[in-house]
């Protein structure tokens, strides 16, 4: 059964620190993996996508990597803004037997805070 | 791309009655998710529907969970007998083909009472 797991739960920065998120999955036979974000009581945005193939994905200020063999993948913030604060998910598709189309797995998110 | 839209944004219900999430997908993606989340915990898959007909299920969506498109359009979940632990935000999710994004909708709050 696929885990996927997040570090740190939770993270407080100050505004325009430059700062690394953490997710790592049991199961490194992935698709791809996805990064969200959630706020309060809203959806999941989706961020970026890195494909199995790739080693990584910019967005913006944004930057995912992803090492599939040690079943990791990191979202690094450029000069954080407190509009980013906000939950971060992360999410895989494969692993444990699962399909191209299947479900994504989610780890429990980590909770940003970035204050003026 | 557009995120899905789902209805209704919140819903209150009593224990025991049945409930039905609604989903429009924008675009002519093939492949639709249902995946819920109670509070303070992750976000689980629920079922994955694919050719309008369920392509992989949870071992969450019971007998008292069914989806379907009824129109070609309109993607629905079902909740025959609402349970206190049914509470959760519901989550409709749509992706088209390969290995490509999924995107979310704004979700459904479910409260059984």
């Known amino acids: 059964k696929q885990e996927v797991t997040q570090i740190p739960a939770a993270l407080s920065v100050p505004e325009g620190e430059n700062l690394v998120l953490n997710c790592s999955f049991t199961?490194?036979?992935?698709?791809?993996l996805q990064w969200f974000r959630q706020d309060p009581g809203k959806g999941l945005t989706s961020l970026l996508l890195?494909?199995?193939?790739?080693r990584e994905q910019t967005s913006g200020r944004l930057n995912a990597s992803l090492d599939k063999s040690s079943g990791r993948s990191t979202l690094y913030i450029a000069a954080s803004q407190p509009g980013d604060s906000a939950t971060y998910l992360c999410?895989?598709?494969?692993?444990?037997?699962?399909?191209?189309?299947?479900?994504?797995?989610f780890g429990q998110g980590t909770i940003l805070t970035v204050h003026p | 791309e557009p995120e899905v839209t789902q209805t209704p944004s919140h819903q209150v219900t009593q224990m025991g009655q049945e409930v039905i999430l609604r989903c429009v997908p924008i675009?002519?993606?093939?492949?639709f998710y249902w995946y819920r989340q109670i509070l303070g915990q992750k976000v689980e898959f629920l079922v994955s529907?694919?050719?309008?007909?369920?392509?992989?299920k949870s071992e969450i969506f019971d007998d008292q969970f069914s989806v379907e498109r009824p129109d070609g359009s309109n993607f629905t979940l079902k909740i025959r007998s609402t349970k206190l632990e049914d509470s959760a935000m519901y989550f409709c999710?749509?992706?088209?083909?390969?290995?490509?994004?999924?995107?979310f909708g704004q979700g459904t709050r479910l409260t059984v009472v």
């Open positions: 999410a895989v598709r494969g692993g444990a037997g699962g399909t191209s189309y299947g479900k994504l797995t």
């Open positions: 199961d490194s036979a992935i698709y791809n």
């Open positions: 890195i494909q199995s193939s790739q």
């Open positions: 675009s002519n993606h093939l492949y």
């Open positions: 529907f694919y050719n309008n007909e369920i392509s992989e």
């Open positions: 999710a749509r992706r088209g083909q390969g290995a490509r994004e999924a995107f």
